[in-house]
């Protein structure tokens, strides 16, 4: 015997005035109508439509549903010829029953309009309903992509709806009950403001069907609430009533994301289910504590890096008129200038031509003290010139000094 579980939530949005969605949850028949017409039709539209499909379904089979639906249809469609303010009204509807099919346990779906049955088996979420719209048209023919058909400004306009004509033509399906498959019906609401990716990740993740459908509910509102939007969460669950997937050791084992890692459940007999999400939030503070401090470190050792070539290189250079010792790299490096440490008695006038670019380069030197003898060994130098040639060398080395 199929068993389920379930959950519902509708809400008017954050634009419309009324909500003209409605939603039937009894046990074995669940089902989302999502009405249209003004002044309040499209709400008899919806709940109308649900009240027939409710008391037509008296057998459990799908082709008696997919009657039950086309007696909804014509329920409508005599009530809004016979009321000039209900004229016009029309619904979707999407339902899914517990039927039985060649002796065995079924699940019936059907549909007409645009609202939609999901289901999520193995934590992969597929749309099994077809919409019955102008985009989804086009998108089959090939003329939009679904991309395209999501934002389409006429995505609203519908090909099938209930309550339009006399005749309508019913989808239906039967798919066979899987213990741990979760199904949602739901209006464009839903879909038209929150992604696929999303819906199926909050499907996932909570494993209360009326916190779900809550959560989806304000997902839609936070991704505008331009439309009603409306929600019915249906598990199949083992004879215990239980849904495999609410035991957080198979909801890991589901998870293509580990998105549902979060789910923790403390009150589990399973005593190491709990232990698997604890490990790896324990590795992942670890993991990010080793990699700020690495990142800290290369930081800090870039700039003790920088300090120690900037501040701990001297050089001789020029320094007015005098050759200079300088502390530093010449040019400086990045936001660390050289310093003057020491002039020396050499006057730039007296360097040997042969040094002269070098000096106002800068020559650098491991210590203060090669720097000194750099400088007495140009002294040496200078003195050796001078004893040895004659006086126009050094008057015109003075002319450039002055
Ligand atoms: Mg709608």
Known sequence: MTRFAWGAASDTGRVRQANEDSYL?????????????????????????????????????TDVLVRAVENANH??????????????????????????????????????????????????????????????????????????????????????????????????????????????????????????????????????????????????????????????????????????????????????????LTVADASSAEPKAPKVPGAIRGSFTWRVGVFVAAFVFVILAGFAFIWWTGTKTWYVGVDGNNVAIFHGKPGGVLWIQPSLAEDSELLFANVPQAAIVDLKNGVEQPSLDSARSYIDNLIEQNAKTTTTTTAPSSSTTTTIAK
């Open 25 to 61: 949850v009894v046990d074995g028949l669940f089902a989302v109508a999502d009405g249209m017409g003004g002044h309040q039709a499209g709400e008899v539209a919806s709940h109308l439509a649900l009240e027939t499909l409710h008391s037509e379904f008296t057998a459990a089979g």
């Open 75 to 260: 329920t409508l469609v005599s009530r809004s010829t016979a009321d000039p303010e209900l004229a016009g009204m029309g619904t979707t509807l999407v339902a899914m029953a517990l039927v039985e099919a060649a002796g065995r346990d079924a699940i019936g779906v059907v549909n007409v309009g645009d609202s939609r049955l999901y289901l999520l088996s193995d934590g992969e979420l597929a749309q099994i309903t077809e919409d019955h719209s102008l985009v989804a048209t086009m998108e089959r023919q090939g003329r939009l992509t679904a991309a395209e058909a999501a934002v389409h400004p006429q995505r609203n306009i519908l090909t099938r709806a209930l309550g339009i004509d006399g005749t309508v033509l019913v989808d239906s399906w039967e798919i066979l009950p899987v213990i741990g498959d979760r199904y949602l019906i739901c209006s464009d609401g839903l879909f038209n403001e929150v992604d696929e990716s999303r819906i199926a990740s909050t499907l996932r993740r909570l494993a209360d069907p009326n916190e779900a459908c809550r959560e989806l509910i304000r997902l839609a509102n936070e991704g505008g609430g331009r439309d009603n939007i409306t929600c019915v969460i249906v598990d199949v669950v083992d004879d215990a009533g239980r849904d495999p997937n609410a035991d957080p050791a198979n909801r890991v084992r589901n998870s293509h994301t580990g998105g549902d």
